[in-house]
């Protein structure tokens, strides 16, 4: 295998330094390796953003318990996101816990506070910065500078969003547009029957809806809220000649990369 493209999943794994060295050393043996501006935007809107947001929930609080009581009152609707946040705050408080476990309690907040924000930013800082790997295919509609601070020293993401920008169309879909016969395959390797055991995740679904509705309407057109759909699908698609996708999901990526003929490893 000539060369690797890093999927989202790679790319927090790098940057957080969890369970990495499998993926550091599959990244170093497999070069060029590259990193599309798309797994950042992922990285931004999920990962980065849980963080900031779970950050915020503290410092809106009067203390930790406070803000866990919140975080848990969260409607169940919220899904992975609600159980997410919970994870965040768990393993921030473990950290601040095993940094200071006979320190005064109440200054937990102010531990918790500096936890995350470092986390925040460190995170974010590591995934542009990966030791190795070449960012491509930059996005005309994405913020990617430093995160910014409120007025009352909450976590902001770049340019105040953690979105892409409003007036501009959807860079990752005009990619994607640009070779229609494979969007069309894309599409048809989502239908629930060449799914398996995948064909009831709603990611495949929703992922179906999206390009299908590229497909359709065009990139111009294209509701940009869709853009996180896209996922796999863009990674598979923008995979760059003689190299691989890299994921930890290989259920996911093996229909869509088939389908296009691309190979697709799991360090």
């Not at 768990?90 to 950290?95: G, N």
């Not at 030791?131 to 295919?137: C, D, H, I, K």
């Not at 029957?193 to 179906?208: F, H, I, T, V």
Request: proline content about 5%; some cysteine.
């Amino acid at each position: 295998m000539a060369g690797t493209f890093l999927d989202t999943t790679i790319v927090v794994q790098l940057a957080e330094g969890i369970e990495s060295e499998p993926s550091q050393t599959f990244v170093a043996a497999n070069q060029p390796a590259t990193m599309a501006f798309y797994a950042l935007r992922e990285l931004l809107a999920g990962r980065v953003r849980l963080i900031c947001e779970t950050h915020n929930r503290v410092l809106s609080s009067e203390n930790h318990a406070e803000a866990l009581l919140a975080l848990h009152s969260v409607s169940p609707a919220e899904g992975r996101k609600k159980e997410a946040r919970l994870r965040v705050l768990a393993d921030s408080l473990k950290a601040v816990f095993a940094e200071n476990p006979g320190g005064p309690r109440n200054e937990m907040k102010r531990e918790l506070l500096q936890d995350l924000s470092m986390r925040a930013a460190q995170l974010w800082r590591r995934a542009r910065r990966l030791t190795g790997v070449n960012a491509v295919q930059p996005l005309g509609c994405f913020y990617g500078g430093k995160l910014d601070r409120g007025p009352a020293g909450e976590l902001r993401g770049p340019g105040d969003s953690f979105n892409c920008c409003k007036t501009e169309r959807c860079a990752a879909a005009a990619y994607l547009y640009d070779d229609q016969a494979a969007l069309s395959k894309l599409v048809d390797a989502l239908h629930p029957s060449n799914l398996g055991a995948a064909a009831g995740k709603n990611e495949n679904s929703q992922r179906r809806k999206a390009l299908k509705e590229l497909l359709s309407n065009g990139p111009t057109n294209f509701n940009k809220s869709r853009c996180r759909a896209l996922g796999d699908a863009y990674f598979a698609a923008m995979c760059p000649p003689g190299s691989a996708v890299a994921t930890s999901n290989l259920v996911d990526f093996l229909p869509l990369c088939e389908a296009l003929g691309k190979d697709v490893k799991k360090p």
